[in-house]
């Protein structure tokens, strides 16, 4: 890695550590904190994870809750082309939802 690269990736982990520990945040982040984090809305967060822009902690069943590294989460919030691609993902994301719902065939005299 470039003398450049190294000392810029230290100190942007430096950086995401100060505000970590500025904002007084564990290091494990769950669903609800990590959308506000980012500014996304709960529901987002599945969508980013279905996407593969978010990876959650350990190797969490479907069922189970997810967990995200406080540090990393901090370093995505400030990652403002990651963002750029996370928001267009989720407004894809609903688009493509909202079109499926309106194109349903409808039934006509109610037969079953």
């Not at 500014?39 to 967990?67: C, H, R, Y």
């Amino acid at each position: 890695m470039p003398r450049e690269t190294q000392s810029f990736t230290w100190l942007g982990c430096r950086n995401g550590a100060a505000t970590w520990a500025a904002k007084d945040l564990p290091a494990r982040l769950d669903v609800v904190a990590t959308a506000k984090l980012l500014g996304f809305a709960e529901s987002d967060i599945q969508v980013l994870m279905a996407v593969g822009k978010l990876t959650p902690l350990g190797d969490p069943a479907p069922n189970a809750p997810k967990w995200f590294a406080a540090v990393e989460m901090i370093r995505l919030a400030a990652d403002q082309d990651w963002l750029h691609k996370a928001t267009k993902e989720v407004a894809k994301y609903w688009r493509n939802k909202r079109e499926r719902r309106l194109n349903l065939p409808s039934y006509a005299g109610g037969a079953r």
